[in-house]
């Protein structure tokens, strides 16, 4: 009777071990499909960014060459593109969304691109012969499709990252991610700035 009792006792146990083993086998291939997929979006929000910050050279030279144009203001734009530069994370370092603190220093230094970018738009109004200028208006037209596709990439990006997020938290998969440390760690998302819900709008 003894040994029958031993024996099913230790046929529990193996049934649970097995069971959690699956479960965490499980949960850790969900949580590699969800990062890689937030590492992929995050790909494309890079992509986008680097062609707004191509078409910049091209954009001042523009604006530099029409007589009177505030020097100011398009140095001002190459100043905010440079700060872009420096808050991109050194080789070798972790992903950014793996980063709070160098995540939020990106997007301030991209937010700062895109102010000084807005104010020398509003600038560009007071020249008419630059807003005639074919050079420029394919510039102009360039970099609104740009603007628009960063929001679309962090609208999406903020989307993978909240799927990661809510299966990492969820239990027994919390349990399981404590499991591997550094492993699986919470990705930080894009914030609206106030009073910019929309995509900045590029008019002339």
Sequence with gaps: ????????????????????????????????????????QWGQVQNVYQR????????????????????STYIAVAQARARVGQAQPAAGAQIL????????????????????????????????????????LELQSQLEGTENRISVERMRYNTTAQAFNTARQTFPTAVYAGFFGDRFKT??????????????????
């Design 1 to 40: 009777m003894a040994n029958r009792t031993g024996l099913g006792c230790l046929a529990a146990i193996v049934l649970l071990l097995v069971f959690f083993g699956i479960s965490g086998i499980g949960a850790y291939n969900n949580l590699v499909a969800l990062d890689q997929a937030v590492t992929a």
């Design 52 to 71: 707004r910050a191509d078409l910049i050279p091209n954009l001042v030279q523009t604006v530099k060459g029409v007589a009177n144009f505030e020097k």
């Design 97 to 136: 969304p793996n980063d709070p603190k160098a995540f939020a220093k990106f997007q301030a230094a991209q937010d700062g691109l895109s102010a000084a970018l807005s104010r020398l738009l509003v600038v560009v109004e007071r020249y008419p012969d630059l807003k005639a200028n074919e050079n420029f």
């Design 187 to 204: 990705k930080a998302y894009f914030q609206a700035q106030a009073g910019a819900e929309t995509a900045p709008k590029v008019q002339f």
